[in-house]
């Protein structure tokens, strides 16, 4: 138990920054894990955390980090949520003081700029919660569903259409496990590299319905190795979704802009804003920009 955490300690950028450093050691650190990054698995870990959110009640969100605690934990989008849980226990023991909260946004915040994509402004005063500030299951996406069912969960968070579409440029990254969500293999050929790629190969490729036993998914027809999830294809369908997402295939300058926007709102929901520590949200400096 560090001294730090016992006495009255008021951690400054510089000692977040120590955290997200951390915290960029691991993501690289990960074997023969996935495509060989935590960085996919720790960004869903933030985002799962915040996109229970809801408008109406002001419940949910980043500010507990309920996700500790069953049934949370146990919520089928969950699933597989564990491996970064348990990676991020690491730094919370050798960084005591900071909060869950703060802890799993930052490594978010990390995950997507050690993989190359844009600044996500952040800034900490998530507190820890209990287990009965939980939400019930049933507040994230279903993967199976259609634009009304984007809508439905992702304005009862606060966000527009165009933000849907621009958060969901997060599957450039990572992989669907089937031992997780049932779902298989990753949307873009660099699932450790963000980039626009998701956008583009929506509208470039041709998507079939994967034959197989498994839930309904979308394979592309050329070389069979990329997946969508019918709420991915859906961003071609609906013509509101489609002008955002066309855009963004178009100009990966504008995706980092409105992704890194968005971004930075999702991990603050939930939190009150007399909790932060801060007025204006920091820029964490990425590790090759810090001296070695
Ligand atoms: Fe997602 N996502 N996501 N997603 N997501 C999955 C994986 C990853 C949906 C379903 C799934 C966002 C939006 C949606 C990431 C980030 C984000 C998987 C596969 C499913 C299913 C899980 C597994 O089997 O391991 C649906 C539905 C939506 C939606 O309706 C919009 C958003 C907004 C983000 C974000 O980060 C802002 C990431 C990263 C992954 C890859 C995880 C990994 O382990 O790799």
Do not use: C
């Not at 730094?91 to 915040?109: H, M, N, R």
């Amino acid at each position: 138990q560090s001294a730090k955490a016992a006495t009255h300690f008021t951690p400054s950028k510089e000692d977040y920054q120590k955290v997200y450093n951390r915290i960029a050691d691991l993501v690289a650190d990960a074997g023969d894990y996935d495509d060989g990054s935590y960085g996919p698995v720790l960004l869903r870990l933030a985002w799962h955390s915040s996109g229970t959110y809801d408008k109406e009640s002001n419940t949910g969100g980043s500010n507990y980090a309920t996700m500790r605690f069953e049934p949370e934990s146990l919520h089928g989008a969950n699933a597989g949520l564990n491996v970064a849980r348990e990676l991020m226990e690491k730094v919370k023991q050798e960084f005591p003081w900071i909060s869950y909260g703060d802890l799993w946004t930052l490594a978010g915040v990390a995950a997507i700029q050690e993989m190359g994509g844009p600044k996500i402004p952040w800034r900490p005063g998530r507190i820890d919660g209990v287990a009965s500030q939980a939400t019930p299951d049933g507040r994230l996406p279903d993967a199976s569903q259609g634009a009304d069912h984007l809508r439905q969960i992702f304005y009862r968070m606060g966000f527009n259409d165009q933000e849907i579409v621009a958060l969901s440029g997060a599957h450039a990254l990572g992989r669907a496990h089937r031992d997780r969500s049932g779902y298989d293999g990753p949307w873009t050929f660099s699932p450790t590299t963000v980039t626009n790629d998701f956008f583009k190969l929506l509208f470039d490729e041709k998507w079939v319905w994967k034959k197989w036993e498994g839930p309904k998914q979308y394979e592309d027809k050329k070389t069979k190795s990329l997946m969508m999830l019918p709420t991915d294809y859906v961003l071609t369908q609906d013509k509101s979704f489609k002008k955002h997402a066309k855009a963004y295939a178009e100009d990966q300058d504008l995706w980092f802009k409105d992704f890194s926007k968005a971004v930075s709102r999702l991990f603050e929901l939930g939190v009150p804003t007399s909790q932060f520590v801060t007025s204006e949200p920091w820029i964490m400096a990425n590790v090759d920009e810090q001296p070695a």
